[in-house]
Protein backbone atom coordinates (compact mmCIF):
# COMPACT_ATOMS: atom_id res chain seq x y z
CA UNK A 1 0.00 0.00 0.00
CA UNK A 2 2.63 2.42 0.99
CA UNK A 3 5.74 0.57 -0.97
CA UNK A 4 6.16 3.32 -3.61
CA UNK A 5 5.62 6.31 -2.05
CA UNK A 6 7.50 5.66 1.41
CA UNK A 7 11.61 5.95 1.96
CA UNK A 8 11.73 5.96 5.41
CA UNK A 9 9.95 3.99 8.29
CA UNK A 10 9.77 6.09 12.04
CA UNK A 11 9.00 3.63 14.59
CA UNK A 12 8.19 3.91 18.25
CA UNK A 13 9.96 1.65 20.68
CA UNK A 14 7.92 0.79 24.28
CA UNK A 15 4.88 -1.07 23.19
CA UNK A 16 5.73 -1.57 19.57
CA UNK A 17 8.99 -3.45 19.10
CA UNK A 18 10.39 -3.08 22.68
CA UNK A 19 7.76 -4.84 24.85
CA UNK A 20 8.10 -2.55 28.08
CA UNK A 21 5.24 -4.55 30.14
CA UNK A 22 6.95 -7.89 29.64
CA UNK A 23 10.34 -6.46 30.83
CA UNK A 24 9.17 -4.12 33.30
CA UNK A 25 7.23 -6.62 35.04
CA UNK A 26 10.77 -8.54 35.09
CA UNK A 27 12.49 -5.78 36.41
CA UNK A 28 9.84 -5.35 39.15
CA UNK A 29 9.67 -8.73 40.52
CA UNK A 30 13.50 -8.55 41.14
CA UNK A 31 13.93 -5.18 42.94
CA UNK A 32 10.73 -5.14 45.10
CA UNK A 33 11.99 -8.69 46.58
CA UNK A 34 15.61 -7.48 46.95
CA UNK A 35 14.21 -4.61 48.82
CA UNK A 36 11.71 -7.20 50.76
CA UNK A 37 9.00 -5.44 49.66
CA UNK A 38 5.63 -7.37 50.74
CA UNK A 39 3.60 -7.36 48.32
CA UNK A 40 2.74 -9.98 45.67
CA UNK A 41 4.03 -9.01 42.04
CA UNK A 42 0.60 -9.84 40.15
CA UNK A 43 -1.18 -7.45 42.89
CA UNK A 44 1.77 -4.74 42.34
CA UNK A 45 1.09 -4.86 38.56
CA UNK A 46 -2.45 -4.63 38.04
CA UNK A 47 -2.31 -1.19 39.90
CA UNK A 48 0.94 -0.13 38.70
CA UNK A 49 0.29 -0.19 34.96
CA UNK A 50 -2.67 1.51 34.45
CA UNK A 51 -1.03 4.37 36.89
CA UNK A 52 1.71 4.72 35.12
CA UNK A 53 0.42 4.73 31.58
CA UNK A 54 -2.04 7.79 33.62
CA UNK A 55 1.19 9.53 35.06
CA UNK A 56 3.01 8.98 31.82
CA UNK A 57 -0.16 10.71 29.64
CA UNK A 58 0.05 13.65 32.52
CA UNK A 59 4.13 14.03 31.38
CA UNK A 60 3.17 14.41 27.88
CA UNK A 61 1.14 17.06 28.30
CA UNK A 62 3.77 18.43 30.48
CA UNK A 63 1.68 18.42 33.71
CA UNK A 64 4.25 16.86 35.42
CA UNK A 65 8.23 16.63 35.55
CA UNK A 66 10.41 13.58 35.34
CA UNK A 67 10.83 13.50 38.58
CA UNK A 68 7.00 13.23 39.67
CA UNK A 69 6.53 10.86 37.13
CA UNK A 70 8.91 8.24 38.71
CA UNK A 71 7.93 8.95 42.18
CA UNK A 72 4.23 9.64 41.96
CA UNK A 73 3.58 6.22 39.88
CA UNK A 74 4.79 4.23 42.57
CA UNK A 75 3.67 6.02 45.29
CA UNK A 76 0.15 5.95 43.84
CA UNK A 77 0.50 2.31 43.97
CA UNK A 78 1.41 1.55 47.44
CA UNK A 79 -1.07 4.07 48.62
CA UNK A 80 -3.93 2.21 46.66
CA UNK A 81 -2.42 -1.45 48.02
CA UNK A 82 -2.36 -0.43 51.77
CA UNK A 83 1.20 -1.02 51.92
CA UNK A 84 3.08 2.40 53.32
CA UNK A 85 6.31 2.58 51.88
CA UNK A 86 8.65 5.38 53.23
CA UNK A 87 9.82 8.68 50.97
CA UNK A 88 12.91 7.48 50.76
CA UNK A 89 12.66 3.85 49.84
CA UNK A 90 10.47 4.70 47.28
CA UNK A 91 12.83 7.64 45.47
CA UNK A 92 15.21 3.71 45.91
CA UNK A 93 13.44 1.85 44.04
CA UNK A 94 12.29 4.52 41.38
CA UNK A 95 16.17 4.58 40.60
CA UNK A 96 16.72 0.83 40.68
CA UNK A 97 13.45 0.53 37.94
CA UNK A 98 15.56 3.00 35.76
CA UNK A 99 18.51 1.32 36.12
CA UNK A 100 17.67 -2.09 35.62
CA UNK A 101 14.80 -1.62 33.19
CA UNK A 102 17.35 -0.94 29.79
CA UNK A 103 18.70 -4.25 31.05
CA UNK A 104 15.44 -6.49 30.12
CA UNK A 105 15.69 -6.82 26.46
CA UNK A 106 12.41 -8.87 25.28
CA UNK A 107 11.10 -7.33 21.82
CA UNK A 108 7.70 -7.81 20.55
CA UNK A 109 7.48 -11.20 18.32
CA UNK A 110 8.58 -10.66 15.40
CA UNK A 111 10.05 -7.44 15.58
CA UNK A 112 14.08 -8.76 14.71
CA UNK A 113 12.46 -10.57 11.52
CA UNK A 114 10.16 -7.22 10.30
CA UNK A 115 13.60 -5.01 11.29
CA UNK A 116 15.82 -7.50 8.56
CA UNK A 117 12.72 -7.27 6.27
CA UNK A 118 12.73 -3.96 6.10
CA UNK A 119 16.25 -2.75 6.53
CA UNK A 120 17.75 -2.90 2.55
CA UNK A 121 14.55 -1.45 1.41
CA UNK A 122 13.84 1.42 3.97
CA UNK A 123 15.47 3.91 5.97
CA UNK A 124 14.32 3.70 9.47
CA UNK A 125 14.30 5.52 12.59
CA UNK A 126 13.08 5.38 16.19
CA UNK A 127 10.44 8.79 17.61
CA UNK A 128 10.61 8.06 21.41
CA UNK A 129 9.16 9.90 23.97
CA UNK A 130 11.50 8.20 26.26
CA UNK A 131 14.35 9.12 27.98
CA UNK A 132 17.78 9.62 25.97
CA UNK A 133 20.40 7.29 28.40
CA UNK A 134 17.85 4.43 28.90
CA UNK A 135 16.53 4.17 25.33
CA UNK A 136 19.85 4.14 23.72
CA UNK A 137 20.38 0.95 26.16
CA UNK A 138 17.37 -0.90 25.63
CA UNK A 139 18.12 -0.43 22.21
CA UNK A 140 21.61 -1.77 22.36
CA UNK A 141 20.98 -4.53 25.07
CA UNK A 142 18.03 -5.60 22.77
CA UNK A 143 20.26 -5.92 19.35
CA UNK A 144 18.60 -3.86 17.72
CA UNK A 145 20.22 -0.12 17.59
CA UNK A 146 22.16 -0.99 14.59
CA UNK A 147 18.78 -0.78 12.70
CA UNK A 148 18.44 3.04 12.69
CA UNK A 149 19.69 5.90 11.37
CA UNK A 150 18.18 8.32 13.69
CA UNK A 151 17.06 7.91 16.94
CA UNK A 152 14.91 11.08 18.33
CA UNK A 153 13.64 11.47 21.84
CA UNK A 154 12.02 13.61 23.82
CA UNK A 155 15.11 14.90 25.71
CA UNK A 156 16.58 15.88 22.29
CA UNK A 157 13.79 17.48 20.73
CA UNK A 158 12.60 19.32 23.68
CA UNK A 159 8.98 18.35 23.34
CA UNK A 160 6.99 15.32 23.29
CA UNK A 161 4.76 13.49 21.20
CA UNK A 162 2.43 14.09 19.61
CA UNK A 163 4.10 17.80 19.38
CA UNK A 164 4.48 18.66 15.79
CA UNK A 165 8.59 19.72 16.96
CA UNK A 166 9.22 16.45 17.62
CA UNK A 167 8.35 14.87 14.09
CA UNK A 168 9.53 18.12 12.30
CA UNK A 169 13.06 16.95 14.34
CA UNK A 170 12.92 13.95 13.19
CA UNK A 171 12.11 14.49 9.28
CA UNK A 172 15.12 17.30 9.49
CA UNK A 173 17.36 15.03 11.11
CA UNK A 174 16.59 12.36 8.24
CA UNK A 175 16.62 14.23 5.52
CA UNK A 176 13.31 13.23 4.13
CA UNK A 177 9.93 14.61 3.91
CA UNK A 178 6.75 13.78 5.75
CA UNK A 179 4.91 12.49 2.45
CA UNK A 180 7.59 9.68 1.93
CA UNK A 181 7.59 8.90 5.57
CA UNK A 182 5.58 6.19 7.69
CA UNK A 183 5.18 6.48 11.48
CA UNK A 184 4.18 2.98 13.26
CA UNK A 185 3.14 3.05 16.75
CA UNK A 186 1.05 1.88 19.83
CA UNK A 187 -0.06 5.22 20.87
CA UNK A 188 -3.33 6.69 19.26
CA UNK A 189 -2.31 9.69 20.53
CA UNK A 190 1.28 10.50 21.00
CA UNK A 191 2.48 8.32 17.70
CA UNK A 192 -0.70 8.27 15.10
CA UNK A 193 -2.62 10.99 15.85
CA UNK A 194 0.74 13.00 16.20
CA UNK A 195 2.30 11.49 12.72
CA UNK A 196 -0.97 12.55 10.56
CA UNK A 197 -0.99 15.57 12.18
CA UNK A 198 2.44 16.48 10.44
CA UNK A 199 1.73 14.72 7.28
CA UNK A 200 3.26 11.11 8.08
CA UNK A 201 1.70 8.00 7.01
CA UNK A 202 0.84 5.57 9.99
CA UNK A 203 0.15 2.66 10.84
CA UNK A 204 -0.91 1.65 14.51
CA UNK A 205 0.32 -1.26 16.06
CA UNK A 206 -2.72 -2.32 18.19
CA UNK A 207 -0.57 -4.05 21.33
CA UNK A 208 -3.05 -3.26 23.67
CA UNK A 209 -5.97 -4.32 22.29
CA UNK A 210 -7.29 -0.27 21.59
CA UNK A 211 -10.45 0.26 20.17
CA UNK A 212 -11.25 -0.05 16.37
CA UNK A 213 -10.83 3.37 14.34
CA UNK A 214 -10.39 4.76 10.60
CA UNK A 215 -7.62 7.13 11.54
CA UNK A 216 -4.97 4.60 9.49
CA UNK A 217 -4.61 1.13 9.50
CA UNK A 218 -3.77 -1.22 12.46
CA UNK A 219 -2.13 -4.30 12.75
CA UNK A 220 -2.18 -6.43 15.68
CA UNK A 221 1.35 -8.44 14.32
CA UNK A 222 4.46 -6.57 13.63
CA UNK A 223 4.76 -9.33 11.02
CA UNK A 224 1.27 -7.94 9.26
CA UNK A 225 3.30 -4.60 8.10
CA UNK A 226 4.80 -6.61 5.27
CA UNK A 227 1.28 -6.05 3.79
CA UNK A 228 1.67 -2.18 3.64
CA UNK A 229 5.64 -2.14 3.72
Known amino acids: MYKELVTDVFFDLDHTLWDFEKNSALTFKKILAENRIGVPLNDFLEVYVPANF ?62 EYLKPKYNL ?65 ADIQGALNVGLHALHFNSDNSPDHDLCAMIHDLNEIKIYL
Open 54 to 115: AFWKLYREEKITKEELRYQRLKTVFDKLGHPVDDPVIHLLADEYIRHLSSQNHLFPNAMEIL
Open 125 to 189: HIITNGFQEIQDKKLQNSNIYAYFDQVINSEMAGVKKPNPGIFELALKRAGVTSQKSIMIGDSLE
